[in-house]
């Protein structure tokens, strides 16, 4: 998942948009910005006479989404006095609807419904007015029009409470935010930090607000200015929603007390613990109280007196109540594990703290409809037994929960229909189809099968309807209360909801504009109720209103608004059919005569096909079906038939062919549905064809069958399509133009019972009700077999490996299949009852069986005829209520668990001669219960065969020791109804139930605050869940099928302090035992691993008495009975393996060595937790530098080579590190130029074009600094693995390191050199702002200081050799050096930067002659110092945004900024001015400084250096490129130009004379050899490009570069004409690799679904589409010559693909006989992946040597290289490696591969010997490695960095070194 790091502590919504440029966000009507004078700053001002005429939205696009979690919002605004305006504010969910919060000043009373929360906005009233005032006046002087004298205000709303009280939804993020007139804005922003806009930063550090306690003052350019001595709430308002000084429901949003005491609540440590959904924060002393908050008050409920629990005091107040009904629903109650003995229990924390001040939730019963809401209506309760569990105190406070929240995310269904098969609708592009699937609503995509879903009905949706052009989509759901809900169809979300007071709604139909809405269903007395509505504001937040209703006693079967007026409808049923209309409120009907037809059951309606307004009604035809055959035409302005047909079927013949049945003879077509095109008409009928037929129906042209009646039929609106439903479950489609039918969806018609996934082909078998079993493929969802019998299945199994499953029926038998070669395996009939329970061995030796008689049987199942081994009668539970699952076996297959002989017994047997074990008594685990308890279910822990679950009728879980039969420990209330099945991860860090409709999640060892997730969808009881097999998904089964997403992360040992791991080491020093405790651990193949690999050395043993107390506190102790077993150690790496060669010990061992190594390593965690709210803030501004974010970590053991006998030698560094600061020098005397790219520093001699590299730094270059005399070069890198930052000093001539230092704790911010070259300064960041001062010859230590703020920047005076100068956050230093003797002091003097420019951070700084210093601000102003009295004496505002680059050189300034413009100002009249004037702001200081020139370049500027006169220099920009600015000739030149973004391909042409590159920003670039200039940049905007490939025709003229794009485009670009030659789009999906064949006849193109297409360079035609690999990215193509004859297949070239399952296809070609065969298909074995990332990819190449040889590497149970024979077919070689490998190359000459990894190593190696090189100059993980064509030249890539490398000779290489 993306990380969320960066929005916080805030983010400045307006900066993260860049409002100003109405790219990302949006004006309408009269939006200007001025200067406003209280606030010294520019504001937006949006006014208008109707609020929703003029308004800024943010995004601009309704498709895109802000993503902003930060829980709350901040609005920086005023309302315009005398006006009204609006704020709407729409939410993401967790459900994924989108709920829109609004307030106002117009909104008279708060309003809510299910998707759309109104609330009034009341302004500031008098002064000292109390709660009898307020109540009195508030409706007249509160409500309404903003009044005069309003103020700034500053609103804060908590939305993740308000979403939570009001809707009892969980709030998952911020999507756009709309401000209507009318108000001025200044800013907005999101954080997770409560903050207090009236306390400063120093006072919030004397009051101790830290972060890290969830406060803190508001950010500098958030705040309000104060003048010196004021007080911000004398000027400011300041708004918190909710508020904390009432107790009435907080139904308003309104001023709290003007001064809230912030500082003596803060002040108070508070030992109560944070709630998720309450808000610990100040009570004003007072509170204002609106008239709509009288109106809406509920009574206050009675309460307990708080118990307060002594024994644990860190835990704070716990309070109970006697309703349960105040818990919060889905499972977010507040869960605590029980800290006294079994007698006694914990309830759940209550939503109020123990200060009776906390926050009320109410659960509106009209919010409650929900059946499903019962469940989560309840307490838990987790009870060890037979000691409790001791848990270690923590000052922490926050809540601990399940994560990631959700943790379960729907993916796809298989099912259709449910209440109805009549439902399914066409989208207006014909691209997607709109069916239910029970209580779901399922879009589906027809090319792709992707789903997406509509959640929000509680019941089977019975009937859908779209508008016209299909933006809105209405439903509605069966049942005693109808309810209809209106969504956006493209966003997903509820518009609307709204009960129907009738029960089987049956019919809903849109008009064309949306703006009616009819229904007809039943009313409480049976009689057909038809009800019309006014949707015309429902998709602006409006309010759906009943035009009409009707009570009638006419049958109705369906109903359709005219398309043409929305006033008109018609309708059908028994007997009748009726025109209808709506007038004056009232609607009427009007029956048409059918005269000798009166009796038929009229079915199905349909206008002709047309949708023009002005068509008269006398040429409008209705067409009507019946079950009897007939088709009705009728003249609907008349009222009257026009005619009638009968349909006939086709006549079957004794030919092959069949002839049509004339309309005179043959029996009828009973008709279900009817669709009327413009050129024909489709009928579905009940002997299950769709037909399609000419309008005069003359003949049937087009036919298609179906296995059962068709009950739908829909022409799509280009008429090209025709969707098919049948009562039978399956939906598809039929294309009229190329006559194939495509299936859709299949579903089972009645309960799914039971299921079974086959893991390593991922196959999901299912049993029905309907008498069916099935099976699914996972991947596309579609049916794959179908078994039938005239027996109920009851319950199936698949084989563990093999392609075999067995199904048992309810008469007892047991059958065994055989899929691959479809036939019966096995029969046994040794049951008399109901097969109850089914199960393979996880080994696959045996299978069981049980019936609910009480039988088992033992199969065995390594024989294919499956002998019976042994039958036990009388030993499980009678009854059927435990199926599908009553038998449960342990994952090393040596134990059998199921419940019997009686419902109060488990029994335990040996699972190879079902030999009783054990016997588990469970009804008198509960000695206090009053009755017995009886067990329901069983399942044991895969990770720990010793632990066996058991659910029971009790609603608990218990976890029993399978060797003593003890209760190790229970959860209570699991769910609200019994628990129906259960199922546990394979590594037991979670555990699956299931109960009634809904699927818990749970933490296993129930240690969080949290434990649960709870997850709704089904409409009927879910029969069984369970864990996929590879532990990436669930699957739940019941109504139908429910495949959802397990977005667990995997498990962190080092991190998380309850994981397994980490309880089986601090419970006993004792060393690892990998083999014992490993065996049985299930790879994904479904084989179980015998041994584990073993480090080379035994990590260190625990040693607990170097952890102290606090160590333990961090680390979290646990205390179990002594019988309960701990889960194995070794479960981590035994998914996961490593080579045992490899010389460094396992992840996992690495892991718990770092965790015990010694007591200093404990000590340091321990600081880092209570030195937590110390953490520093980034500051806002770009200035400073903050290193690119990375993954990578570099390998340790990598070993540079010998100089001198290096295999590849670092010939040139293309681009340039735009993310550094100050990271450009030049030297215009010598001509020499340093920058930085990644970790190198690149010197190059502009004269020559030559480079040098200086490597020394292991991490990302932040800055640069050079000697006068361009000798010594010094640069700054932060450090390994957390280590100081290292500064090395580099003498230029040789290129050598002459020193290194490492000094500053964090990145270091700046480095410069003293005018004379004696003194050289480092900063630190703001992580550690402290600047230290050496000495230029030994580069000791002279002096340092520490500031309270962040460095941004510093210099030396130019003529003061003891003079300096910083800037920063509190302003600008003036540093003076003092010597005394050797002893050097440094004095700094801070001044705060001047009022007159406001709340700002100084960020660049410069000298101007001897007296005078220029400063920069993030605010675009330049301030004047005189450096004698450290005065500010003069301030401009020079820029729009922020400075961050100045220079000085005579009497020229010059200025960079994030605005792009790089400006040159004359400042010489600047000393004519007196220090005592005070000039500022542009009226006066116009007259002393001038613009001479301006330019904008490609991005922020970040590095300048010019020389003595300022005519010429060289400017480094964010985007990646260096300039050569000319002042005189004003221009520009890119001398080095860059990817800004990540590169994901490079290549080289066939003749080497130009090389290409592509990147995420959507650029593809072609360079010159050997030169390395930028020939050419071809760019897509909005797109990013994922790989390249040359044309492999050498001559310039035909030469020509392919590039794969995001959007599934492929673009041909000419390089003679340096243009695009055409544009393909053969992929819906983004493009992962491309290749021309190797005779240029085709493209080959592979998208991210694993399609691979083959395209026409000539035509850009799709030659055909290669699906094998569908499912699965490509991350390979290659092709290359070779004649296949040898291979017994007839092409002259082979090509291959590899996809990321590990799966690698060959194949030979011949493109211009358009043949292309499969040669060889490869598939590679692996573990199942627990890494915090994807997999390593998959890579494979041709040998170039030897085409015949592949060489293939990827996630494996080994990591390797292996050598493939195709003509042998098998791997004749491997060549063990120590990391994943992330890229590969072969080289044609000295048989070199080059591998690159994750940890930052690229690795060199002889492929005929295994020796190999370790190179580390990148910075980054290796993601591209590319020999050229002649072997010569190797191209390597991280992130950006593009890296070219000369190979030299090999004879004397690869001595020392072995992999």
């Known amino acids: 998942m993306a990380s969320k790091g960066w929005q916080h502590p805030y983010v400045n919504i307006f900066k993260h948009v860049r409002v100003e440029d109405w790219k990302r966000s949006a004006k309408e009507g009269d939006v200007s910005t001025y200067t406003d004078k209280r606030l010294k700053c520019s504001v937006f001002r949006i006014r208008g006479p109707v609020p929703a005429n003029s308004y800024i939205l943010v995004p601009k696009n309704s498709n895109q989404s802000l993503g902003l979690t930060g829980r709350y919002f901040y609005l920086l605004f005023r309302p315009t006095p005398g006006k009204y305006f609006v704020v709407h504010l729409d939410v993401s969910v967790e459900e994924g609807l989108v709920v829109r919060i609004s307030f106002s000043n117009m909104f008279k009373e708060f309003k809510s419904t299910a998707t759309w929360l109104q609330f009034p906005f009341l302004c500031g009233s008098a002064k000292d007015s109390v709660y009898e005032s307020t109540a009195k006046s508030a409706r007249h002087g509160l409500v309404g029009p903003a009044p005069t004298l309003v103020r700034w205000t500053c609103l804060m709303l908590d939305l993740q409470y308000t979403l939570s009280v009001y809707l009892n939804r969980c709030y998952s993020q911020l999507k756009s935010i709309k401000l209507c007139a009318n108000m001025a804005v200044k800013n907005m922003f999101t954080s997770d930090l409560l903050l207090d806009p009236g306390v400063s930063f120093s006072e919030a550090k004397l009051m101790g607000l830290a972060s890290s306690q969830g406060t803190g003052p508001i950010p500098r350019d958030m705040s309000y200015p104060v003048p010196k001595g004021g007080s911000w709430h004398d000027l400011y308002d300041y708004i918190r929603f909710p508020s904390e000084g009432t107790k009435l429901p907080f139904d308003s949003i309104q001023k709290g007390n003007p001064r809230p005491e912030s500082s003596r609540v803060f002040n108070q440590r508070s030992t109560i613990r944070e709630e998720p959904r309450c808000v610990n924060l100040s009570k004003p002393v007072q509170d204002r109280v609106s008239l709509i908050q009288q109106i809406t008050t509920q009574k206050s409920l009675p309460r307990n007196q708080t118990p307060v629990v002594t024994n644990i005091p860190e835990l704070g107040l716990v309070s109970t109540y006697q309703n349960d009904d105040w818990l919060c629903r889905n499972d977010d109650q507040h869960q605590q594990e029980s800290t006294c003995s079994s007698s006694q ?50 000052k922490e406070t926050r809540q601990q929960k399940l994560l990631p929240d959700p943790i379960l995310r729907l993916n796809r269904i298989i099912g259709f229909g449910g209440a109805t098969t009549k439902c399914a609708l066409w989208s207006k592009s014909g691209d997607a189809v709109v069916y239910p699937c029970h209580a779901i609503i399922v879009s589906m995509k027809i090319s792709s099968n992707q789903q ?124 009748n059919i009726r025109l209808w209309r709506v007038r004056n409120g009232t609607l009427r009907s009007c029956p048409v005569n059918l005269g000798e037809y009166h009796s038929l059951d009229f079915t199905d309606v349909a206008f002709e096909e047309g949708n023009s307004s002005n068509q008269h009604l006398d040429d409008r035809t209705l ?265 449960a076996v342990s994952s090393d297959s040596r134990c059998l668990a199921f419940i019997g002989p009686s419902e109060y017994i488990v029994t335990i047997a040996d699972s190879q001669s079902l030999d009783e074990l054990l ?14 308890d009886s067990a329901l279910r069983v399942c044991f822990s895969p990770a720990s065969t010793e632990h066996l679950l058991v659910a029971t009728s009790a609603n608990k879980i218990l976890w029993v020791s399978t060797k003593t039969g003890r ?142 107390r606090v160590d333990q506190e961090v680390l979290g102790s646990l205390s179990i009975c002594d019988e309960t077993p701990t889960i194995p150690a070794a479960t981590v790496p035994a998914t996961g ?239 003076l050096i003092n010597t005394h003797g050797l002893d050097v002091d440094l004095k700094v003097q801070t001044v705060k930067a001047p009022a007159e420019v406001g709340d700002v951070e100084l960020t660049a700084l410069c000298y101007h002659m001897d007296s005078f210093l220029f400063t920069a601000t993030n605010r675009g102003h330049v301030c004047v110092w005189d450096i004698n009295t450290q005065r500010c004496f003069m301030t401009w505002e020079a820029d729009e945004g922020e400075i961050g680059v100045l220079l000085c050189r005579g009497n020229c300034l010059l200025t960079g900024s994030n605005t792009r413009w790089l400006r040159l100002w004359e400042v010489e009249a600047v000393q004519g001015v007196k220090p005592q004037e005070k000039v500022c702001n542009g009226e006066d200081s116009g007259t002393v400084v001038v613009l001479e020139q301006e330019i904008m370049l490609d991005g922020t500027t970040v590095s300048a250096a010019f020389d003595n006169t300022m005519d010429m220099g060289i400017v480094g920009t964010t985007a990646g490129t260096v300039w050569y600015i000319n002042w005189p000739d004003n221009s520009s030149i890119r001398l080095i130009s860059g990817h800004k973004t990540k590169v994901n391909d490079v290549v080289f042409s066939s003749d080497e004379r130009h090389f290409a590159t592509c990147s995420e920003d959507g650029s593809v670039r072609v360079w010159s050899a050997p030169s390395n200039e930028l020939v050419v940049q071809f760019q897509v905007l909005n797109q990013g490009c994922g790989c390249v490939c040359w044309s492999p025709s050498s001559s310039k003229e035909r030469s020509c570069v392919a590039a794969g794009y995001s959007d599934g485009t492929l673009r041909i670009f000419r390089l003679s004409s340096s243009e695009m030659e055409m544009k393909l789009h053969p992929h819906q999906v983004a493009v992962t690799a491309i290749q021309y064949s190797a005779n240029g006849h085709v493209i080959l193109s592979a998208g991210k679904n694993g399609l691979v297409a083959v395209s026409s360079p000539m035509n850009g035609g799709t030659m055909r589409v290669i699906r094998d690999h569908k499912g699965a990215p490509i991350t390979t193509i290659q092709c290359v010559h070779e004649q296949c004859k040898n291979f017994g297949l007839d092409g002259n070239e082979m090509w291959l693909a590899a996809s990321s399952d590990r799966r690698v296809s060959v194949w030979a070609a011949d493109w211009l006989k358009d043949k292309c065969d499969l040669l060889d298909w490869l598939t590679f074995p692996a573990p199942a992946y627990f890494g915090d990332d994807s997999p390593p990819p998959s890579l494979a190449a041709f040998c170039p040597a030897d085409p015949s040889l592949v060489v293939y590497t990827g996630y494996g149970v080994e990591k390797e290289l292996s050598f493939y024979c195709l ?22 000459k000295s048989q070199l591969i080059a591998v690159g990894s994750k940890e930052r190593v690229l690795k060199l190696i002889k492929s005929t010997s295994g020796r190999f090189q370790d190179f580390v100059q990148h910075s980054d993980s290796l993601q591209t490695c590319r020999f050229s064509p002649s072997g010569t030249l190797l191209f390597t890539v991280a992130y950006n960095e593009i890296f070219l490398w000369e190979v030299q000779g090999l004879t004397s290489v690869f001595e020392t070194q072995t992999l």
């Open 1137 to 1375: 393996s490593c080579p045992s060669s490899d010389p460094r010990p396992g992840v996992s061992f690495l892991k718990v060595t770092e965790m015990v190594n010694a007591s200093p390593l404990n000590t340091s965690r321990m600081n880092a937790v209570e030195l937590k709210g110390k953490t520093p803030v980034r500051p806002d501004c770009y200035r400073h530098f903050i290193p690119r974010f990375k993954t990578s970590t570099l390998d340790q053991a990598a070993v540079a080579p010998q100089p001198g006998e290096e295999g590849i030698k670092l010939k040139a560094v293309i681009g340039y590190n735009g993310n550094g600061r100050g990271n450009v020098v030049w030297s215009p005397d010598q001509g020499l130029m340093a920058y930085s790219c990644g970790c190198v520093v690149v010197v190059e001699y502009l004269h020559t074009g030559s480079q040098r590299h200086l490597q020394g730094h292991s991490e990302e270059i932040s800055c640069l600094a050079v000697t006068n005399d361009a000798q010594t070069v010094a640069s700054a890198a932060g450090g390994n693995n957390g280590s100081r930052s290292l500064i090395c000093i580099w003498d230029v001539q040789n290129g050598t390191c002459r020193n290194t230092i490492s000094y500053h704790r964090g990145a270091v911010q700046c480095l410069t050199f003293s005018r004379d070259d004696r003194f050289f300064l480092s900063a630190g960041d703001f992580s550690d702002p402290e600047v230290a001062l050496w000495s230029s010859k030994t580069f000791q230590l002279l002096s340092s200081v520490s500031v309270s703020g962040p460095i941004h920047d510093a210099a030396f005076s130019p003529s003061a050799a003891s003079q300096l100068a910083c800037v920063g956050s509190q302003g600008a230093y003036f540093c």
């Open 623 to 887: 067409f009507a079906s019946s079950r009897s055959g007939y088709i009705f035409e009728i003249d609907y302005s008349r009222v009257v038939v026009r005619n009638v047909r009968r349909l006939l079927p086709a006549q079957p013949q004794h030919a092959n062919h069949r002839e049509k049945w004339t309309f005179n003879t043959g029996p009828s077509i009973a008709i279900n549905s009817i669709s009327v095109s413009s050129s024909f008409c489709a009928t579905g009928s009940e002997d299950g064809f769709l037909r399609l037929w000419p309008l005069d129906f003359s003949a049937v042209f087009l036919e298609a069958e179906h296995e059962g009646p068709v009950s739908l039929v829909s022409v799509s609106s280009d008429s090209l399509q025709v969707l098919a439903a049948t009562s039978t479950g399956n939906l598809g489609f039929l294309d009229v133009s190329s006559r194939g039918y495509n299936t859709l969806m299949r579903s089972h018609t009645d309960t799914v019972l039971g299921f079974s996934v086959d893991g390593i082909r991922h196959h999901l078998t299912t049993a029905s009700s309907d008498g069916t079993v099935r099976i699914w493929n996972m991947d596309s969802l579609h049916q794959l077999y179908d078994f039938v019998s005239e027996d109920s299945p009851c319950s199936v199994a698949f084989h563990p490996s093999e392609q075999v499953f067995s199904c048992g029926f309810s008469s007892g038998i047991v059958r065994v299949f055989d899929i691959s070669s479809a036939k019966l395996l096995a029969e046994h009939k040794q049951h008399r009852g109901e097969v109850v329970g089914l199960a393979f061995s996880p080994d696959g030796e045996f299978m069981y069986s049980a019936d609910s008689q009480g039988s088992v049987a033992l199969y065995n199942a390594s024989e294919e005829d499956h002998n019976v081994i042994r039958v036990v009668c009388n030993v499980v539970a009678r009854g059927t209520e435990r199926a599908p699952d009553a038998l």
């Open 452 to 575: 997406r879903f509509f959640i929000g009905h509680t019941d089977k949706v019975s009937a859908l309807a779209f508008n016209g052009n299909t933006t809105l989509l209405a439903s509605a759901q069966t049942g005693n209360h109808s309810v209809v809900r209106v969504w956006n169809y493209h966003k997903g979300n509820c518009l609307a909801m709204f009960r129907i007071h009738a029960h089987s709604l049956s019919s809903l139909s849109f008009s064309y504009g949306g703006g009616i809405l009819c229904g007809v269903g039943k009313d409480s007395h049976s009689k057909t109720m038809v009800v019309v509505w006014n949707t015309m504001n429902v998709s602006k937040a409006g309010e759906v209103t009943i035009l009409a209703k009707a009570h009638t006693d006419v049958d109705i079967h369906t109903m359709k608004v005219a398309f043409f007026d929305d006033t008109r409808m018609v309708s059908c049923g028994r007997d």
């Open 345 to 394: 229990q914990f309830t759940p924390r209550s939503l109020w703290d123990a200060s009776d001040g906390g926050v009320h939730v109410h659960i509106h019963p009209e919010d409650g409809f929900s059946k499903h809401g019962e469940e989560s209506e309840e307490e838990f309760v987790c009870t060890p037994v037979p000691h409790p569990f001791h848990l270690s105190s923590s």
């Open 919 to 932: 016997h588990v008594d469970v009804s008198i685990l509960d000695v206090q219960s009053p009755r017995l």
């Open 967 to 1108: 209760l190790l420990r229970e959860v209570s209330k699991v769910h609200k109804h019994q628990c129906s099945s259960l199922a546990v991860s394979e590594d037991s860090r979670f555990l699956l139930t299931a109960g009634h409709n809904a699927v818990k999640v749970w933490e296993y060892n129930m240690q969080l605050d949290i434990n649960s997730q709870m997850f709704i969808g089904h409409s009927q009881p879910i029969r069984q869940v369970s864990f996929t097999p590879d532990q990436l998904g669930v699957v739940s089964v019941g109504d139908a099928v429910f495949l959802w997403d397990f977005l667990a992360h995997p498990v962190d040992s080092l991190t998380d302090s309850r994981s397994p791991l980490r309880v089986s080491y601090i419970s006993g020093p004792k060393s690892v035992q990998p083999d014992a405790e490993v065996s049985g651990v299930q790879l994904s193949s479904g084989m179980p691993r015998q041994t584990a690999p073993l480090p080379s050395s035994p990590p260190p043993p625990l040693d607990i008495s170097s952890l102290d």
């Open 1767 to 1788: 003509a042998k077919k098998q791997i004749i070689k491997k060549i063990a490696l120590p990391d994943w490998a992330t890229c590969l190359s072969l080289s044609c």
